[in-house]
């Protein structure tokens, strides 16, 4: 993989950095997961975990606040200077998280926790206690954010392309989550107009993100290059962030969002379209 085909070289990092700057005390390493059982069994030294259902999502898998948000970067020790590096389920979160408030040291490991583990790379069970910081949080940055409204806004609309993250079953609606199950009440299908490009797609078999050619020729389909702006979307987020983050840093799309909400808030609500191919 040649990392200079990306638009910009400031949004990873390699497992080779990451291990040589594990005791630096201006790095700080966050695992991003949906429940505590990885992070339990092992992880990076010096990891704290972001539990997505927990610690990022409200009951009705919205973010959480900023006051929320802000006293967790600072229970992780993470201050404005900090360099941040996630990695685990979903990295990708927690970047576009830090982007959100306006962060600028974020970075994502470029490999995947097995990966890392196969290669022999340190490893732990202690849980991590890092010492809390300061850290009043900006302003929430909406240049990376859509909500319910603006998607609705963006179907059929030739400026804005919706790009659908998930597995080719959620979008035909053969399943509302991705564990295959259905939720009561929901609905399971895609936002109309969306361009189906998983993101599954986008990451190699040790985890790494693909090369900036082959990324292009993915995104083919959506044509993210003759439109203005495109918004990204998964179930709750993860992956949709997955998608921003290689259209924003590795593709140089600009004006790339994330609908957060995503499909556990369009498909719960009564009166969105949803349409089932």
Same mark, same amino acid.
């Given at each position: 993989?040649?990392?200079?085909?990306?638009?910009?070289?400031?949004?990873?990092?390699?497992?080779?950095?990451?291990?040589?700057?594990?005791?630096?005390?201006?790095?700080?390493? @966050?695992?991003?997961?949906?429940?505590?059982?990885?992070?339990?069994?092992?992880?990076?030294?010096?990891?704290?975990?972001?539990? @997505?259902?927990?610690?990022?999502?409200?009951?009705?898998?919205?973010?959480?606040?900023?006051?929320?948000? *802000?006293?967790? @970067?600072?229970?992780?020790?993470?201050?404005?200077?900090?360099?941040? !590096?996630?990695?685990?389920?979903?990295?990708?979160?927690?970047?576009?998280?830090?982007?959100?408030?306006?962060?600028?040291?974020?970075?994502?490991?470029?490999?995947?926790?097995?990966?890392?583990?196969?290669?022999?790379?340190?490893?732990?069970?202690?849980?991590?206690?890092?010492?809390?910081?300061?850290?009043?949080?900006?302003?929430?940055?909406?240049? !990376?954010?859509?909500?319910?409204?603006?998607?609705?806004?963006?179907?059929?609309?030739?400026?804005?392309?919706?790009?659908?993250?998930?597995?080719?079953? *959620?979008?035909?609606?053969?399943?509302?989550?991705?564990?295959?199950?259905?939720?009561?009440?929901?609905?399971?299908?895609?936002?109309?107009?969306?361009?189906?490009?998983?993101?599954?797609?986008?990451?190699?078999?040790?985890?790494?993100?693909?090369?900036?050619?082959?990324?292009?020729?993915?995104?083919?389909?959506?044509?993210?290059?003759?439109?203005? *702006? !495109?918004?990204?979307?998964?179930?709750?987020?993860?992956?949709?962030?997955?998608?921003?983050?290689?259209?924003?840093?590795?593709?140089?799309?600009?004006?790339?969002? !994330?609908?957060?909400?995503?499909?556990?808030?369009?498909?719960?609500?009564?009166?969105?379209? @949803?349409?089932?191919?």
């Amino acid at each position: 993989m040649n990392d200079t085909a990306y638009a910009r070289s400031d949004g990873l990092v390699d497992a080779a950095w990451l291990e040589e700057h594990l005791a630096d005390p201006g790095v700080r390493v @966050v695992e991003v997961d949906v429940s505590p059982a990885a992070y339990d069994a092992g992880h990076i030294p010096g990891a704290v975990l972001w539990n @997505v259902y927990r610690d990022l999502k409200d009951g009705d898998y919205r973010l959480v606040g900023a006051d929320a948000i *802000e006293g967790l @970067v600072e229970r992780s020790g993470i201050a404005p200077d900090s360099v941040v !590096v996630f990695y685990g389920y979903a990295p990708a979160m927690g970047f576009w998280l830090m982007k959100l408030f306006g962060h600028r040291q974020a970075r994502i490991l470029n490999t995947a926790r097995a990966t890392w583990q196969r290669e022999g790379r340190p490893w732990s069970t202690e849980q991590a206690g890092p010492t809390p910081t300061r850290y009043p949080l900006p302003a929430e940055d909406d240049r !990376v954010r859509a909500r319910q409204p603006q998607v609705q806004q963006a179907i059929d609309d030739p400026g804005r392309i919706i790009v659908d993250a998930r597995t080719e079953p *959620e979008y035909r609606g053969e399943q509302f989550w991705p564990s295959g199950g259905m939720e009561p009440g929901g609905r399971a299908g895609h936002v109309p107009s969306a361009v189906l490009v998983p993101a599954t797609s986008l990451i190699d078999e040790d985890g790494a993100f693909r090369g900036a050619p082959e990324l292009r020729q993915i995104y083919a389909p959506a044509d993210p290059a003759a439109t203005d *702006e !495109v918004i990204t979307y998964c179930t709750i987020g993860g992956r949709a962030c997955t998608a921003w983050f290689v259209l924003t840093y590795l593709l140089g799309h600009e004006r790339t969002r !994330v609908y957060e909400g995503s499909w556990a808030e369009w498909g719960r609500m009564t009166a969105t379209p @949803v349409e089932r191919a």
